[in-house]
């Protein structure tokens, strides 16, 4: 059973267009994080959201972390082809020294 | 500041060979973490360690994978014997050790494929 769901699995998307990916669980999750990763590269962190219903801008990424503190989803305005990559929604299950459980991630090609 | 180390960046073996994997965490930083990531998935915790005491390493296979951090500092992932399930990337992670949600910073990985 996988703890965190990503949905699409595959988003393949013109220049410019807007998009949404999303990070569903029946588990509440004390903080969730979300990363990039690229093809030979080690994940890296993109935003970390801890409060129900918060949400965080980063440029044209918007994250958004559930009022139950069970979801997120990451809005990209006017993408870009350095946008692509996979991203991953990992969550914590509670605060201090706990492992993060890792989504399967949303492959997003942005195409020029 | 440098980056999380890892080597060899890519290895390939016959099943039931063995082989081990290293990593150098950022300095000064007193978790690491061993991910295993599967071709099409996310990382799976496979251990991790605070300073050279571990903190989780329930979903280490033991009977095949083993992994230590002697000094604190850097550390080795050996699998012995090896199956082919096991051609993956393994990723290397640190983070500060500190209460509330941690960045953990990524090594590039090493691709094992096995044979």
């Known amino acids: 059973t996988q703890l965190l769901e990503q949905s699409p699995q595959f988003l393949s998307i013109q220049e410019g267009e807007n998009l949404t990916v999303y990070c569903n669980s029946s588990s509440v999750f004390s903080s969730l994080q979300w990363y990039r990763q690229e093809p030979g590269e080690g994940p890296v962190l993109l935003v970390t959201v801890v409060t129900g219903g918060e949400v965080k801008k980063l440029k044209r990424l918007t994250f958004q972390f559930g009022d139950a503190r069970k979801d997120s989803s990451l809005h990209i305005t006017a993408a870009q082809p350095g946008d692509t990559g996979l991203y991953l929604c990992a969550g914590a299950r509670s605060s201090g020294n706990t492992p993060l459980v890792f989504g399967k991630g949303t492959r997003l090609s942005v195409i020029a | 500041e440098a980056g999380v180390a890892q080597s060899p960046r890519y290895k390939i073996i016959e099943k039931r060979q063995s082989v081990a994997f290293w990593c150098n965490p950022i300095?000064?930083?007193?978790?690491l973490y061993w991910y295993q990531q599967i071709l099409g998935q996310g990382p799976k915790l496979l251990i991790q360690f605070q300073n050279n005491g571990v903190v989780d390493d329930s979903q280490l296979p033991k009977d095949r994978f083993s992994a230590e951090r002697l000094k604190g500092v850097d550390s080795t992932l050996k699998i012995q014997p090896a199956k082919l399930e096991d051609s993956a990337v393994y990723l290397c992670a640190s983070s500060l050790s500190a209460g509330g949600p941690r960045e953990q910073f990524f090594g590039p990985g090493t691709r094992l494929t096995v044979l």
């Open positions: 300095s000064g930083h007193a978790t």
